[in-house]
């Protein structure tokens, strides 16, 4: 069993637990794995948890390539949204658990940091462009797309915590937070990116 067959299998385990609560006879006995397979693939627990969020960060970054082009529309920007929150979905368990991942999870922590900070610079370069293309108005300050970008981020990696605490576990509503953190941009929109914002979400018909 390849590592990647390891980690499909005990990601959903790990979305049952707390960072401080983890043991491993136990998720392995919940995932049906045996030591010889899983210590065949990871030196300990501690490297299965760096190489599944590597994992997340990889499939990340290729979603996020679709935004670090010289064209540019709201469309990619909103399916790349949706994209991230079902990764989200998927690795529930370091969004859970991200504080207290990054306290004592070194490499992950400069994983983490470094994705965000190519993450930003994308944004940032996709609000430009979308400016450009008159998407946008242009920045009424200096720093105002960097704020966008920190706010979406903000907003982006905890909407899930928020959903468990307002809605349930059980009742994960990915679209009502897809619109709602999209709903970022509207401030920034000229008329055309109106035009586009409204088309995207079925608003069309809206005076």
């Known amino acids: 069993m390849n ?13 049952e637990k707390s960072y401080h609560n983890l043991e491993l006879e136990s998720i392995l006995e919940s995932a049906s794995l045996s030591q010889e397979d899983f210590f065949t693939a990871f030196n300990d627990l501690d490297d299965l948890l760096t ?11 290729g979603f996020s390539k679709t935004i670090d082009q010289f064209s540019c529309s ?11 929150y079902r990764l989200h979905i ?23 940091l470094d994705m965000i900070a190519l993450r930003k610079t994308q944004l940032i370069h996709l609000f430009k462009l979308l400016a450009t293309e008159g998407f ?10 960097e704020n966008l970008a920190n706010q979406m981020f903000m907003l982006s990696d905890y909407w899930l915590i928020h959903n468990q605490i307002v809605f349930g576990p059980d009742d ?3 679209p009502y937070y897809n619109k709602l953190i999209f709903s970022a941009v509207l401030p920034y929109l000229t008329e055309k990116g109106l035009v586009d914002y409204k088309k995207i979400l079925g608003y069309e018909k809206l005076n």
């Open 3 to 15: 590592p990647n067959q390891i980690i499909d299998k005990i990601l959903p385990i790990l979305a």
């Open 51 to 61: 190489k599944a969020f590597y994992r997340l960060c990889d499939e990340a970054d």
């Open 74 to 84: 709201l469309d990619k920007l909103f399916h790349l949204l949706d994209n991230i």
């Open 90 to 112: 998927q690795y529930q368990f370091y969004f859970f658990n991200l504080l207290e991942i990054m306290k004592n999870q070194e490499l992950i922590k400069d994983r983490y």
């Open 136 to 145: 946008f108005a242009e920045e009424k300050f200096p720093g105002s797309f």
């Open 172 to 174: 994960i509503r990915l």
